[in-house]
């Protein structure tokens, strides 16, 4: 019997593929074996834990535009990485922000290095187009050679609509090269006008910060990228979505075979509108808004029907007093919140203990479906012979309140502080070694890689 470095033992083991009782052989970076005889250097009890693949969030905000005044979003790659880890999180996608005197290329190979040098977590990155010109698409056709299989661009900077054409052209050039297009679905022209009319109305603060985004700017964006799609053929990743009529829309979309993929964030999942009504509502601003209660339903029942194909953070970590600073309006935003430490216990509390939706599809959301989309299935996204270990040791039972001191981010609070979670990992495997247990990080920055990704896989 060979020596393995790593057992663990007794979990009962969820995949997407599978849910049964097993005991996990570990060798270097890799699962090797599941089930049967084994011997190891050192073996991790997971006795009545579930053991589950770890996550991949494939959107976060854990760098700032280089250049860019303070204040701005306050974790690196190592604080990033922390938080994700302690949540279950192996991987986090991370938004580029290329600088205007850079290529695409040239700002990926800027953040690359810094990735390399602080994170834990292994790390994706999405390059973002602010704009589309000829010189930003020259890059396209290489970014899969070097790795990459992805593109964002915002449909709601006032950039956009000047340019739509050179957008749709990025989008289909995308397609025809293995990668996905990631669209922010906002109408800039509709959300100006709805803060025009609030701020003459004296409405500026940002206790109306809802109304000054509206749903139908949301639906008329998501429909716009579906058209990129249609006539592109190119697969198309709705990011952050949070509304139900334009979850109808890309379930339309879905329905006619089209490949169009929906992510939500957990904003969207536990909070409503209201709260912008708080004395401290500021800190709940993001992009879009929050929406309202049959909203949630039916995102909610989007995840478990499989309209809604992943749950990522969008983790944009501000200072709570750079949040509620008196200066911020309708027209003057510093939109994004902490998240990643708490996404896989929220889902698995409020999702799969309240009987919302399954542990698998928990799992093919928070991981699996990630890893076919961005080129990593089946190296990540499953726990199978072969596979990098990447696993999160989960238990079911423990019940924490949630409180800003637990954070492994550098932000000072969450937006859930004091809601009471059942269910939290206790360990955390990157590539085979143990980076995160009993609310330690035991991971080195400097040790998280930029996995090579292959082309987009349809779902
Ligand atoms: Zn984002």
């Given at each position: 019997m060979t020596q393995l470095d790593l057992i663990i033992r007794n979990g009962r083991v969820v995949t997407e593929a599978m849910d049964a009782v097993a005991d996990i052989g570990i060798s270097g970076e890799k699962v090797v074996q599941i089930g049967g005889e084994m011997n190891a250097a050192r073996a991790v009890d997971a006795t009545g834990k579930l053991v589950i693949p770890g996550g991949i969030d494939a959107h976060v905000h854990v760098t700032s535009q280089p250049g860019k005044q303070p204040p701005r979003w306050v974790d690196d790659f190592t604080s990033g990485s922390a938080a994700a880890l302690a949540g279950g999180i192996t991987t986090i996608g991370n938004m580029t922000?290329?600088?205007?005197?850079?290529?695409?290329?040239?700002?990926?190979?800027?953040?690359?290095?810094?990735?390399?040098r602080e994170a834990i977590a292994d790390v994706l990155l999405h390059p973002i187009f602010g704009t589309a010109g000829e010189e930003m698409l020259a890059d396209v056709p290489q970014l899969l050679e070097q790795g990459h299989n992805s593109v964002k661009y915002f449909m709601s900077t006032p950039v956009f609509d000047g340019q739509a054409a050179n957008y749709l052209e990025l989008t289909r050039l995308a397609g025809e090269?293995?990668?996905?297009?990631?669209?922010?679905?906002?109408?800039?022209?509709?959300?100006?006008?709805?803060?025009?009319?609030?701020?003459?109305?004296?409405?500026?603060?940002?206790?109306?910060?809802?109304?000054?985004?509206?749903?139908?700017?949301?639906?008329?964006?998501?429909?716009?990228a579906v058209a990129f799609s249609e006539e592109t053929g190119a697969p198309v990743y709705i990011v952050h979505l949070s509304c139900e009529r334009a979850l109808e829309v890309c379930a339309e979309a879905q329905a006619r075979g089209l490949p169009v993929y929906v992510e939500t964030r957990p904003f969207y999942l536990h909070l409503t509108s209201e709260r912008f009504a708080e004395p401290d509502g500021a800190k709940y601003v993001g992009q879009p808004p929050l929406r309202e209660p049959s909203d949630v339903d039916a995102i909610w029942a989007g995840i478990r029907q499989g309209t809604v194909n992943t749950v990522c953070t969008d983790h944009a970590p501000w200072s709570l007093a750079d949040k509620l600073d008196p200066e911020l309006s309708v027209e003057n935003l510093r939109p994004g919140a902490e998240n990643l430490q708490v996404m896989l216990p929220m889902l698995y509390s409020e999702g799969v203990r309240a009987g919302r939706i399954s542990l698998q599809r928990m799992i093919q959301v928070l991981s699996t479906n990630a890893a076919r989309l961005f080129g990593l299935y089946p190296q990540k996204g499953t726990i199978a012979p072969g596979s990098d270990a990447d696993i999160a040791i989960f238990d079911p039972d423990e019940t924490l309140t949630i409180d800003a001191t637990m954070l492994k981010s550098n932000a000072d609070y969450s937006v859930y502080?004091?809601?009471?979670i059942t269910g939290w990992p206790i360990t955390t495997i990157r590539r085979g070694e143990i980076v995160y247990e009993n609310g330690h990080l035991t991971g080195a920055p400097g040790t998280g890689i930029l996995p090579r990704r292959g082309p987009t896989m349809a779902l």
């Open positions: 922000q290329v600088t205007p005197d850079e290529t695409p290329l040239q700002g990926l190979a800027r953040e690359a290095e810094q990735a390399r090269h293995d990668l996905i297009t990631l669209i922010h679905c906002e109408d800039f022209p509709l959300i100006q006008e709805a803060t025009r009319k609030l701020v003459a109305a004296g409405k500026s603060s940002l206790r109306y910060y809802a109304e000054s985004r509206p749903v139908i700017s949301e639906v008329v964006a998501t429909q716009r502080d004091g809601w009471e």
